[in-house]
Structure formats: structure tokens, C-alpha cells
């Protein structure tokens, strides 16, 4: 089985840098997905790591180490548009695509 | 690239009552078709996937069924709904996205379920 922790809530400021934790217990392993999820609508794909390392995304980076079961999503220039909660998600080794998610961590940026 | 359409957006059931949530899928044929369930405090939870018509696989025991009576249709039912059936449901299917491996799920827009 899989089991996946994040924090449950965060607060930053406009233009601030904030970082998202995620750890994770795995049976299994094929990669760590990242999606944002803004208030009554469907989660949004932000990122995917799958080798060791940091990945890049304009205002947005993710990062994994899979020896330590560990990612962060790293969030720079926060806009109040970034306000939303963000779900760290693993992918087992079966081949039908199928996500454990952790509860998302709530991030609230303020003016 | 692929288009999900979910049926109802809001519904509000009794305690007892029958449901079914319906969920379309335009651009693709033949998809794979996951069910998520998003309760109140907790995450994400995968009900139900399906490779093919009448391919159902259950992930999580419960008062819920599923069935894939045609190519691109997905069906959540129960007979009897029970408070903790409240969620928001969610289909899937995998598609690429940029940055992303060719499977990525990809999101409904979804129904959100309140039982009373």
C-alpha cells in the first residue's frame, strides 16, 4: 500500500517563496505527481518527477528523492491566484495509471 | 486532445435514495476510466477503474458500483445512499500533458454529491 503525508495547511505572502513537503510509504514506486486544486474544481496537473532531481517549471519546481521517499513543490513569486490546495500524488507500479493522493495542503497566500 | 463531461454537476439525495453520476469522454476511444472519490478531510481516493466495456476493477469496498456500458461512458451507482457517500466525485483518464508522462490523469470537471 501507499501512504502519503503533507501538511495540512500553509500560509504565505504575495510575491514569497513557499515550499510544499510531501513524504511517502510505498509498496511501489513510478513516479510523484503534483496537482493544484483551487476551491469546487477538479485538481489541475502541475508536475511529475519520476528520476531524482529538481524539475522546473516557470513559477513552479518540484523536486524528489526517492531514496529519502520525499518531494517538495516550490512555489516562488506567489500571486493571490496561487491560493488553492495543492495534492501530492504516487504512482504504484501496476500498469493502469492508478494515483494514491495524499489530503493536500491548503495554501492561503495573503496581500 | 480529450474532453471529460461529468452529469450532474451538484445533487442533493436522501438517505436511501438511489444515485447515478454519469461521465462522458470525447476525443479518444477506447480510454481508460477511473472513478475518485474526494470526502470532507481526506484525500483523494480511487473508487473504481476500467479498461474496456463491461471492465470494471473495485479498489475500495463499499455501497458503490460501477459500469462501462459503452466505449466512452462511465457509471457511478448505488441503490441505497448512505451519508458518507457525500463527496465530490471526479472521473479520470490518463492523457499527456505538457510536462507530464503520457498518462497523466487528467480531471472532470466533476459532481459534487451531498446526502442528507
Known amino acids: 500500500g501507499q501512504n502519503i503525508d503533507q501538511p495540512t495547511e500553509m500560509t504565505a505572502t504575495e510575491g514569497a517563496i513557499v515550499q510544499i513537503n510531501c513524504t511517502y510509504q510505498?509498496?511501489?514506486?513510478?513516479?510523484l505527481f503534483w496537482y493544484q486544486q483551487h476551491a469546487g474544481e477538479a485538481p489541475t496537473f502541475l508536475s511529475y518527477?519520476?528520476?531524482?532531481g529538481l524539475e522546473e517549471k516557470g513559477r513552479f519546481s518540484s523536486f524528489l528523492s526517492r531514496s529519502k521517499g520525499y518531494s517538495y513543490l516550490l512555489l516562488k513569486e506567489l500571486q493571490m491566484k496561487d491560493s488553492a490546495s495543492y495534492l501530492c500524488?504516487?504512482?504504484?507500479?501496476?500498469?493502469?495509471?492508478?494515483?494514491?493522493f495524499g489530503k493536500g495542503t491548503m495554501l492561503l497566500v495573503s496581500p | 486532445s480529450q474532453t471529460i463531461h461529468q452529469w450532474p454537476a451538484t445533487l442533493v439525495q436522501p438517505v436511501g435514495s438511489p444515485l447515478s453520476l454519469e461521465c462522458t469522454v470525447e476525443?479518444?476511444?477506447?480510454?481508460?476510466l477511473y472513478w475518485y472519490r474526494q470526502a470532507a478531510g481526506r484525500g483523494l481516493q480511487l473508487l473504481f477503474y476500467?479498461?474496456?466495456?463491461?471492465?470494471i476493477s473495485s479498489e475500495v469496498p463499499q455501497n458503490l458500483s460501477a459500469s462501462r456500458p459503452q466505449d466512452r461512458q462511465f457509471i457511478l451507482s448505488s441503490k441505497k445512499l448512505l451519508l458518507s457517500d457525500s463527496g465530490f466525485y471526479l472521473c479520470?483518464?490518463?492523457?499527456?500533458?505538457?510536462?507530464?508522462?503520457?498518462?497523466?490523469?487528467?480531471f472532470g470537471p466533476g459532481t459534487r454529491l451531498t446526502v442528507l
Open positions: 500524488a504516487v504512482r504504484d507500479l501496476g500498469g493502469y495509471s492508478t494515483l494514491t
Open positions: 510505498t509498496s511501489g514506486f513510478n513516479g
Open positions: 518527477n519520476v528520476l531524482d
Open positions: 476525443g479518444t476511444s477506447n480510454p481508460n
Open positions: 476500467s479498461v474496456g466495456i463491461g471492465q
Open positions: 479520470a483518464t490518463p492523457q499527456g500533458l505538457a510536462g507530464g508522462p503520457s498518462d497523466t490523469q487528467y
